[in-house]
């Protein structure tokens, strides 16, 4: 599947969602963008009248519905309150702060984390079809076992795109274990962990240096043969900030199309940045869409 394809899906229905204090032009926009392609209907909550100054700036058309909060906690709650109702099947983070948006979703009794763990997803295109790469925007210095909930996060992400049984590889710097490179250790045990059925619904191999992951003639120059060197679909980074920097890589060198949602919550988070182009926000609402309930 690539983004297109996934377009001609979401047309199928609308989905609905809600969006945490949209109270900047670009998250008005890429709201109105995405309803006018058919595939979303927004519930917009935070401060009523400046929502609501900006529609008639920016969208006088857009209709969304309007659920006032006074502050950033009360916007935060309420956002989440709509997911767990289940009036909305993905929520997006506006202008309020990280914390405050995070802290609501993580709340052990009013929130809507689901897995032990939140990890962020970079979904881009290669070659005609979906990769991913995990996690470059939540765990700094994520553990053994933090970087196994994250590769189940992701494969169950992909497998909701259309990857039915994804291949993994695990990043370091290098196709061997090395004791001085605790990424390579980690590596080693998550694929000897996948080859005894403790991760499941994919194919996992590491220690892999990224051309071994992506590249088969640099894994045959290696030695390297088997399900997952030079054909990987899911990528995971050792550490947050390989995963940031090998994403802007992807979206700013590379220019390929891509999204990020955030994953391990009941639905699908997206927190979009003001420094994403338009095919970037767009991009990151149809994966959440697509991986919401149903």
């Known amino acids: 599947m690539n983004f297109a394809e996934l377009e001609s899906h979401l047309k199928?229905?609308?989905?609905?969602?809600?969006i945490c204090k949209p109270e900047n032009s670009e998250t008005v926009t890429a709201a109105m963008e995405a309803s006018d392609q058919g595939y979303v209907e927004?519930?917009?909550v935070g401060n009523g009248s400046?929502?609501?100054?900006l529609l008639n700036r920016i969208a006088p058309g857009f209709k969304p519905r309007i659920i006032h909060a006074s502050?950033?906690?009360?916007?935060?709650?309420?956002?989440?309150?709509?997911v767990r109702d289940g009036t909305a099947e993905a929520i997006v983070k506006g202008t309020l702060s990280t914390p405050v948006f995070l802290k609501a979703i993580l709340n052990s009794e009013l929130g809507i984390k689901k897995g032990k763990v939140l990890s962020h997803v970079l979904v881009y295109e290669w070659e005609g079809s979906f990769k991913f790469l995990t996690d470059g925007g939540m765990i700094p210095h994520p553990t053994l076992e933090e970087k196994f909930e994250i590769i189940k996060n992701a494969v169950e992400f992909a497998r909701r795109l259309g990857c039915e049984k994804p291949r993994v590889a695990v990043l370091s710097a290098v196709e061997t274990v090395s004791f001085k490179m605790q990424s390579s250790i980690d590596a080693a045990v998550l694929a000897k962990m996948g080859e005894r059925g403790?991760?499941?619904g994919c194919t996992i191999d590491?220690?892999?240096?990224?051309?071994?992951?992506?590249?088969?003639?640099?894994?045959?120059?290696?030695?390297?043969?088997?399900?997952?060197?030079?054909?990987a679909d899911i990528l995971?980074?050792?550490?947050?900030?390989t995963g940031n920097i090998l994403g802007k890589t992807i979206l700013y060198f590379g220019k390929i199309p891509a999204g990020g949602v955030i994953l391990g919550a009941a639905v699908p988070v997206v927190m979009l940045s003001r420094s994403d182009n338009k095919q970037t926000r767009l991009?990151?609402?149809?994966?959440a869409f697509a991986g919401g309930p149903g």
Do not use: Y
């Not at 995971?236 to 900030?241: E, L, M, V």
């Open 283 to 287: 991009n990151s609402l149809k994966l």
């Open 42 to 44: 927004c519930a917009f």
């Open 71 to 82: 502050t950033e906690e009360e916007a935060a709650a309420k956002a989440v309150g709509l």
């Open 198 to 200: 403790q991760i499941t």
């Open 50 to 53: 400046v929502m609501q100054a």
């Open 12 to 18: 199928a229905r609308k989905i609905p969602i809600a």
């Open 206 to 231: 590491g220690p892999l240096a990224l051309d071994n992951a992506i590249s088969l003639e640099s894994a045959h120059h290696k030695g390297l043969s088997n399900e997952v060197v030079g054909k």
């Open 236 to 241: 995971i980074a050792p550490d947050i900030d």
